[in-house]
């Protein structure tokens, strides 16, 4: 199978890093909203007033690193139409991966060439991938169960925390993210 389609439709490149796997180390992720949409509240007075997804959102990180034991995300913040987080990923092995491709298809019979390869490519995208991909799945079942509406844009902005000084800036620009959103508006 080729990675440029999936399912006879045109496959969009990753923008991730080639020379990294996502399986450790420390991000700066922003998570947007389909069309920028205010699901998750607003902001007024330099506070930021949640709507019932926001506060699910919120739930959801805070619920982060009971659900993965590997993850942690020290700071975060919910903005009108997108979340900002901090998240690390202990390096370890995650248990979903069971070696190369072949021994894949190989460990149970009953598992179709289609399962194995949407878990090959799920192993690709590296465990930052699935841990956001987990919480953006939650979040819109909750919406689509509560009658709400919502959407995700697709993907994700990361970047790679390269050291502590990066990561105490990028802490502090997310910490006034709120107070600053009213006069860049």
């Not at 399986?23 to 902001?43: A, K, L």
């Not at 841990?131 to 919406?143: G, N």
Request: charged share 20%.
């Amino acid at each position: 199978m080729s990675d440029d389609k999936f399912q006879n439709k045109y496959r969009i490149k990753s923008v991730r890093a080639a020379w990294h796997d996502y399986n450790g180390g420390g991000y700066f992720v922003t998570i947007c909203t389909r069309n920028r949409e205010h699901y998750f509240g607003e902001i007024s007075g330099g506070v930021m007033h949640l709507t019932p997804i926001g506060r699910f959102a919120n739930d959801c990180l805070m619920k982060m690193e009971i659900l993965h034991n590997d993850v942690q995300i020290p700071i975060w913040q919910i903005m009108p139409d997108h979340i900002h987080a901090i998240v690390i990923i202990e390096n370890v092995e995650p248990p979903y991966y069971v070696g190369s491709t072949t021994n894949q298809l190989n460990v149970r019979k009953s598992v179709t060439i289609k399962n194995a390869y949407m878990q090959y490519v799920a192993n690709k995208c590296g465990r930052l991938s699935h841990v956001i991909s987990r919480m953006k799945t939650a979040i819109s079942k909750y919406a689509h169960q509560n009658g709400l509406p919502f959407g995700w844009q697709s993907r994700f902005y990361d970047r790679i925390i390269r050291n502590g000084k990066e990561m105490n800036r990028i802490a502090t620009y997310i910490e006034q993210n709120v107070a600053k959103w009213e006069s860049e508006r």
